[in-house]
């Protein structure tokens, strides 16, 4: 179990492929500064800074999930099934918050417990942002009008809405590969298949999980999991791995597009797709009363299927 001192289930949103939903102290949407929570078992990537960033890192709730800004040197947690349990199947789990912010809790650590209980070994992947206001109030007016434009925003080409901004992510893609080398190079500490290792991401995490997939030439990753995350065609590489994605139809960033499920269909890659008639957007491992509760399961099922829960023989 991870021992972080920070625990929640938020709901969110934004622009490129968006962020998170949550529960806890504080029930409304308004930001609470808080202090930055212990992460014991964090280890630093060492993959540098961040250019043009003044202000330091600094941890907010909102809807009572514990939230993560200006974050210049990325870390990587493990949250390691039980030996007894353990399948040799490991996650980098990606967290989303339109590269602005990360939500910890709800996409990331409580992601990484509920994979661990499965007997998959889960990696939080803590990348690093685009630099911020340093106060929190001129951060919210900022958070107010990406979420304005990525209501605003599509990838059809055929309205006047503007096209959604493209972020360089040659930052966070080096942090996954420097995650995805760490994995490697403790695999037989922390009980690692290297064959199995799978990445999963929330909105602007399922947004770096498909960067990874289309560009990385250094992470071999055995299956992804863009939970809703963008949805526009991609070009498909020979070697893209299954792809499970998730995604709920009255998710503001959703504009009823398929392309992607189409690109990886075309490729004959195996995928599967679920469209939940409601959840919105950032519904993490579940909100109540959602049809989209039950993805977790389905993810669970899938991975079954497809002999990825099976202990190493």
């Known amino acids: ?159 006047d809405a503007p096209e959604r901004p493209r972020w360089n992510l040659a930052n966070q893609l080096q942090d996954v590969e420097a995650a995805y080398d760490l994995i490697l190079a403790r695999k037989d500490e922390w009980g690692v298949d290297p064959s199995r290792i799978g990445m999963i991401g929330f909105s602007a995490g399922a947004g770096l999980t498909m960067h990874t997939t289309l560009n990385s030439e250094k992470v071999d990753l055995a299956f992804i999991g863009p939970i809703y995350g963008g949805m526009n065609s991609v070009d498909v590489p020979e070697d893209a791995p299954p792809m499970f994605a998730a995604i709920a139809s009255d998710d503001f960033l959703f504009h009823g597009q398929f392309g992607l499920i189409q690109s990886w269909y075309d490729a004959g890659v195996p995928v599967e797709f679920h469209l939940y008639q409601n959840g919105g957007h950032g519904f993490g491992l579940g909100n109540p009363d959602r049809t989209s509760n039950k993805w977790f399961d389905a993810f669970m099922h899938w991975l079954s299927v497809n002999k990825f829960l099976v202990a190493d023989q």
């Not at 212990?38 to 630093?44: K, L, M, Q, R």
């Not at 960033?53 to 709730?61: C, G, K, L, V, Y």
């Not at 900022?142 to 605003?152: D, L």
């Open 1 to 159: 179990m991870l021992t972080i001192k920070a625990k929640g289930t938020l709901a969110f949103l934004f622009i490129f492929f968006s962020l998170c939903g949550g529960i806890s102290n504080a029930q409304d949407g308004k930001m609470y500064p808080m202090e930055a929570p212990d992460e014991p078992n964090a280890i630093p990537l060492n993959t540098g800074g961040v250019d043009d960033q003044d202000a330091e890192e600094s941890w907010f709730r909102q809807w009572g999930d514990p939230m993560a800004r200006n974050i210049t040197q990325a870390t990587l947690t493990p949250v390691l099934a039980d030996p007894n349990k353990a399948t040799g199947t490991s996650i980098i789990v990606a967290p989303g918050g339109g590269f602005m912010w990360l939500s910890m809790g709800n996409e990331g650590w409580e992601v990484a417990d509920a994979l661990a209980a499965q007997g998959i070994n889960a990696f939080v992947l803590k990348y690093r942002l685009q630099p911020t206001a340093p106060a929190l109030k001129d951060f919210e007016q900022q958070m107010n009008q990406r979420f304005a434009e990525a209501a605003e925003s599509t990838d059809d080409g055929e309205t």
